[in-house]
């Protein structure tokens, strides 16, 4: 295969958001909070688009097998509609080329019939309008969940049932938390931290209705055996390495393509530098 060749120079300009992009209604926050999984996904080059809980798998897929195109750093994309959408308006007003790097198979082979050239179209960030489109997505989608941890941190209407108990609070969602740290000993780290809490609490009671424990996910055979397990095991808490978790903790959302691991890594570091 050889080394992906580039066009010649791109004339840059500013980003320029397609319409349905551009509003702040909450169909379009769908988008980059995730709330939806039925958003749907266009085809870049055709008119097929991709819907459900698979729809970005089926996106690159289709991509691939039908256009031979390859989308790279798929884990930098904040909102894979936004995203699409762009570069779907992008290349119906110039050559693929334009913006993507080619990669030819099999040219060093001389049968050509069994073993024929295929050229691969191939999307990254080393392209500074992708780089710039993944970097104001991951800010829009910044302060879309800012706006969501903002709305949840100041209500006073939510209904929060225990984990462990039988009680129930009514109020802010701090109640609960306080709740479970005092009574139960049971910690999720700084609750102002948080996003999408009635859902991270249904994620968790729904393990420990399944008799798993929340710590290890190691399943029981009763609620006793299991809340003695993880009172001798100090598993009353969320384990940090679980990245299943990460949707829920703003510290996941400050920069783009980290986890809240490589960003305290990063400041550490920092830390050390300047010691």
């Given amino acids: 295969m ?3 060749s580039t066009s010649g120079a791109t004339i840059l ?4 958001f397609p319409e ?3 509003g702040d209604d909450k169909s379009n926050a769908d988008c980059f909070l995730d709330a939806k999984k039925d958003v749907p996904i266009p085809c870049l080059l055709c008119e097929q688009y991709f819907s459900g809980g698979k729809a970005r798998e089926e996106f690159l897929r289709h991509m691939l097998c039908s256009h031979k195109f390859v989308i ?5 994309i904040s909102s894979w509609k936004c995203y699409a959408e762009y570069w779907k308006r992008r290349f119906s007003q110039a050559p693929l080329t334009e913006f993507t790097a080619v990669i030819r198979t099999n040219t060093q082979t001389t049968d050509t019939l069994q073993f024929p050239s295929e050229d691969f179209f191939l999307l990254c960030d080393s392209l500074p309008e992708d780089k710039q489109l993944r970097q104001r997505l ?3 989608r910044l302060e879309a969940i800012l706006g969501v941890q903002e709305r949840e941190r100041t209500a006073t209407d939510g209904s929060w049932p225990c984990l462990f108990c039988t009680q ?3 109020g802010n969602r701090a109640l609960i938390f306080q709740h479970m740290l005092d009574v139960h000993s049971f910690s999720i780290g700084q609750p102002n931290n948080l996003v999408f809490v009635e859902e991270f609490l249904q994620v968790l009671r729904q393990k420990l209705s399944s008799l798993q424990c929340i710590y290890c996910e190691k399943t029981f055979k009763d609620m006793p055996t299991l809340k003695e397990h993880m009172r001798k095991k100090q598993h009353k808490r969320v384990n940090p390495s679980n990245h299943g978790y990460d949707k829920y903790y703003m510290v996941n959302y400050l920069e783009l393509g980290k986890t809240w691991e490589q960003v305290l890594h990063e400041d550490d570091e920092e830390e050390e530098e300047g010691e």
């Fill in 72 to 76: 790279h750093g798929t884990h930098d």
């Fill in 13 to 16: 300009q500013p980003l320029s």
């Fill in 2 to 4: 050889d080394a992906p």
């Fill in 138 to 140: 991951q800010m829009r």
């Fill in 168 to 170: 129930v609070f009514s």
């Fill in 20 to 22: 349905s992009i551009g």
